[in-house]
């Protein structure tokens, strides 16, 4: 008796179904964590008492009342959506600045904590000149005039014929974030995650075009000597600029692919097991039954 034995390999369709099983089985939740720290894009300070001044790309962004009690605001944003997955689901966002200086001089320098909020902005600005190669600090708390095409108090884009809706920036009245910040010059300071600012950055993700960033207001910026300064992004140390510290999830493959795959699985198992019939012997594809053993 003769016994032929032929060894055949695994038809396409079982490795169909074994991926369709396989990526079916994957949960509707986030399939992955992470997180990125990001360097501001851009960073300028307005001057609601030098409403031609601006500084656009100095070392440091002043927040707050000057001896007068004249408001200063910071402007920031960080590119989005150049440097997350666009499927990303933002689960966390803290933006952190280090303190360089604060109001006042001479040993009386303001000594109360101050509340400083982030507001997200509507209005496009530009990131202008101004300032730009300026490496101290001291005495730059009425800025500089402005060069176009940089924002100041009244203007998105100074001499562009771009007016902000509102003097001082167009920016949603309800705060993302806010946190204390005391006269510790160098420590970080930082504003922790909250629904808002974790909506926030969602949105600037989903729509790039919206990404106008944050306006950085003092809450008590009208009364004199209130301001904080942060360094900037031009700060020529590294380690003290601001930082932008995102966590998100990978977006899962939606249900209805899943169920897809495992159909399209399931169909490639089934083709693998069709019955055939040829010259009156059965043959199963993948094996062959005992009736093809000859003697």
Not at 94 to 111: I, Q
Not at 161 to 179: E, I, K, R, V, Y
Not at 224 to 233: A, E, M
């Amino acid at each position: 008796m003769q016994c032929h034995s032929t060894r055949r390999r695994a038809p396409p369709g079982l490795a169909f179904a074994v991926l369709g099983f396989a990526l079916a089985g994957l949960p509707v939740a986030g399939v992955g964590a992470a997180t990125i720290t990001l360097g501001a894009g851009k960073v300028s300070t307005i001057f609601e008492n030098q409403p031609t001044h601006s500084i656009g790309k100095g070392p440091a962004v002043f927040i707050g009342g000057d001896a007068d009690g004249s408001p200063r605001r910071g402007l920031i944003d960080f590119n989005i959506a150049a440097n997350l997955p666009a499927t990303a689901v933002i689960t966390g966002v803290e933006l952190t600045l280090y303190l360089a200086d604060v109001a006042g001089a001479g040993g009386s320098e303001d000594a109360t904590p101050r509340t400083i909020e982030l507001h997200r902005l509507t209005g496009n600005w530009a990131h202008g000149p101004t300032a730009l190669g300026v490496t101290q600090i001291e005495g730059t708390d009425q800025g500089f005039p402005a060069i176009p095409p940089s924002p100041t108090w009244l203007d998105r884009r100074y001499l562009q014929n771009q007016p902000w809706a509102t003097p001082g920036g167009d920016f949603q009245p309800l705060t993302s974030a806010s946190t204390l910040v005391g006269q510790a010059i160098g420590a970080a300071y930082t504003w922790a995650s909250t629904p808002e600012l974790v909506a926030d950055v969602q949105a600037m993700l989903n729509a790039p075009s919206t990404n106008n960033g944050w306006v950085l207001l003092n809450a008590d910026e009208w009364s004199p000597d209130t301001y904080r300064v942060f360094y900037s992004q031009a700060w020529d140390d590294t380690a003290l600029r601001p930082q932008l510290k995102i966590s998100y999830e990978l977006a899962a493959v939606p249900l209805p692919a899943a169920v897809w795959l495992f159909g399209v699985g399931l169909l490639g198992l089934v083709g693998t097991l069709r019955p055939s019939t040829s010259s009156g012997r059965t043959v199963f594809k993948g094996r062959v039954n005992n009736s093809e053993m000859k003697s």
